[in-house]
Nanobody, 124 residues
Framework: QTQLVESGGGLVQAGGSLRLSCAAS????????MGWFRQAPGKEREFVAC????????DYADSVKGRATISRDNAKKTVYLRMNSLEPEDTAVYYC?????????????????WGQGTQVTVSS
């Protein structure tokens, strides 16, 4: 099991950018596929992006494709999500998640370890 702590959320104007970070502790970080999910008020949790154990493979939700970049630094046990051209629709709590597998997944139920979330609010 790994513990995850997100940071980097905040209030940003539409069109702006943010970089979220997720620091992991416990476990062997490069054994984990890492993902970002988000949940807006009144909506279900949705997939944002994921990255394979050594960063060779990434996947993105259509809603953020071209605006988001997921990356990881295994030496620092940290995964990042950079989002550009933010829109009010991106407002949500963003969660980092870990999956002990060689396979990436876009399904939140496939991830076993979760951070507490960081709020991202995009004003119009």
């Amino acid at each position: 099991q790994t513990q995850l702590v997100e940071s980097g959320g905040g209030l940003v104007q539409a069109g702006g950018s943010l970089r979220l970070s997720c620091a992991a502790s416990g476990g062997t970080f490069n054994n984990y596929v890492m993902g970002w999910f988000r949940q807006a008020p009144g909506k279900e949790r949705e997939f944002v992006a994921c990255i394979s154990r050594y960063g060779a493979s990434t996947d993105y939700a259509d809603s953020v494709k071209g605006r988001a970049t997921i990356s990881r630094d295994n030496a620092k046990k940290t995964v990042y999500l950079r989002m550009n051209s933010l829109e009010p629709e991106d407002t949500a709590v963003y969660y980092c998640a870990a999956r002990l597998s060689v396979l990436t997944s876009t399904m939140w139920s496939q991830y076993t370890d979760w951070g507490q979330g960081t709020q991202v609010t995009v004003s119009s």
